[in-house]
């Protein structure tokens, strides 16, 4: 069965700190991966795609097959980071799995 | 995003009542879905739809109904509401399944049942 696991329901850096935001998956074929954010008050918004190998706003998370892991990185954590994150997995059907979440604090 | 919208944002009701949560987008993506998130759990898929007239069940349907009747609307309907269903709904629209196309989602819903 499709798993995604954040293990950190709460992270709590201070500014120009680096972060990861752990996410570990267990999947039986080719997974398909995504980071989705949502800021407080704002709808969910994809932040980046495995597949993509881009860096948004700083942030970037790669694809351990081995590890079964997908964290998201940034080496200099900013106030405006502070936002709910979200590990999410694609299945057949462009359905998603997603992890419990979460929430990063940057404090000053 | 603002081509997915939600009503209401806001809905407090009674247990046994039926409440509709409406979903209406106007990019003409096949697929749409809704999902119930709760602290702890995510976002939890409760259905979704492929197209117009297609329906299926995600990860937790109990207690819900749907339908596509037209492909920009997907409305969900709590037949008899309970106070389990107390959650914030978000309905999302993604297109085409290839190119890992992102699920686009709305503003939410936040119900509850008291």
């Not at chain 1, 706003?57 to 936002?83: I, R």
């Not at chain 2, 939890?44 to 596509?68: C, F, M, Q």
Request: glycine content about 8%; hydrophobic content about 30%.
């Amino acid at each position: 069965a499709q798993r995604v696991t954040q293990p950190e329901k709460l992270l709590s850096v201070f500014k120009g700190a680096p972060v990861e935001l752990k996410c570990n998956y267990s999947y039986s074929g080719s997974p398909e991966l995504f980071w989705y954010v949502q800021y407080s008050r704002q709808r969910l918004q994809l932040l980046l795609r495995h597949i993509s190998r881009e860096s948004i706003k700083g942030f970037t998370a790669d694809l351990n097959k081995g590890e079964t892991s997908f964290h998201l990185k940034k080496p200099f954590a900013q106030e405006e980071d502070s936002a709910m994150y979200y590990c999410a997995l694609k299945k057949a059907g462009n359905m998603l799995t997603f992890g419990g979440g979460t929430r990063l604090m940057v404090k000053p | 995003d603002a081509g997915i919208t939600q009503s209401p944002r806001y809905k407090i009701t009674e247990t046994g009542r039926q409440v509709t949560l409406m979903c209406h987008q106007t990019w003409s993506h096949s697929y749409m879905f809704w999902y119930r998130q709760d602290l702890g759990h995510g976002l939890r898929l409760i259905y979704y739809s492929a197209a117009a007239d297609i329906t299926d069940k995600g990860e937790v349907p109990d207690g819900y109904v749907v339908s596509r009747s037209k492909t920009e609307n997907f409305p969900l309907t709590l037949e008899s509401a309970t106070r389990s269903q107390t959650s914030v709904y978000f309905c999302a629209s993604s297109d085409r399944t290839e190119d890992n196309q992102p699920q686009h989602f709305g503003d939410g819903t936040r119900l509850s049942i008291l």
